[in-house]
């Protein structure tokens, strides 16, 4: 069983939609952080969040950690094809960094 | 700031071969992660060192083994390799408890 579950898996959907992954958890973390993968790269990180109920905006994207911190969201305006590729979220608690399963996003032109 | 860099980005080896990946952390970092990524078990964590020690432990074999050195460079090295060990292998870097950031990681290939 995986301390962070995230949803969903896969999303496809057309440009210009939006749309929004879900990171879950029953566990508290100090700090939850979204990242980004391209095939064959290493995860890019978008945003660290840390305080409960704290949103963050970078463009088009908007994360949310939830008010107890254990949940987060990552909600997506007007996706455009360069948004496509995994989304990971991960959540630190005491020096340790717990992955979810990552939501595989491809948005069609 | 240079990113986390790792080393060789590509490998090829065969069964029964042993392998050595290296990275290095950003500058001033001194927690280095090593994950294993496979497109069906996503991103398995396993192990962290931290001032040379390692800190923490993921569930893989002995043949998984690690070091860092003293500039914080890590290396990790599994012997006997299997065929079920070709992976993207990704190291991360972070300072003490905050956010990880990953290198561009190596594509270990087992034939």
């Known amino acids: 069983t995986q301390l962070l579950e995230q949803s969903p898996q896969f999303l496809s959907i057309q440009e210009g939609e939006n749309l929004t992954v879900y990171c879950n958890s029953s566990?508290?973390?100090?700090?939850l952080q979204w990242y980004r993968q391209e095939p064959g790269e290493g995860p890019v990180l978008l945003v660290t969040?840390?305080?409960?109920?704290e949103v963050k905006k970078l463009k088009r994207l908007t994360f949310q950690f939830g008010d107890a911190r254990k949940d987060s969201s990552l909600h997506i305006t007007a996706a455009q094809p360069g948004d496509t590729g995994l989304y990971l979220c991960?959540?630190?608690?005491?020096?340790?960094?717990?992955f979810g399963s990552g939501t595989k996003l491809n948005v069609k032109p | 700031k240079a990113g986390v860099t790792q080393t060789p980005r590509y490998l090829i080896k065969t069964r029964g071969q042993q392998v050595t990946l290296s990275c290095s952390p950003i500058?001033?970092?001194?927690?280095v992660s090593w994950y294993q990524q496979t497109p069906g078990q996503g991103l398995q964590f396993l192990f962290e060192?931290?001032?040379?020690?390692?800190?923490n432990k993921g569930n893989f074999p002995g043949r998984f083994s690690g070091r860092q050195f003293s500039n914080s460079r890590s290396e990790m090295n599994v012997s006997t390799l299997e065929l079920g060990d070709s992976a993207l292998y990704l190291c991360?870097?972070?300072?003490?408890?905050?956010?990880?950031?990953f290198g561009p990681g190596t594509r270990l290939t087992v034939l």
């Open positions: 060192y931290f001032s040379e020690t390692q800190r």
């Open positions: 991960a959540g630190e608690r005491f020096n340790k960094f717990y």
């Open positions: 566990s508290v973390f100090s700090s």
């Open positions: 991360a870097s972070s300072t003490e408890g905050d956010e990880q950031f």
């Open positions: 500058s001033g970092h001194r927690s």
């Open positions: 969040v840390v305080t409960g109920g």
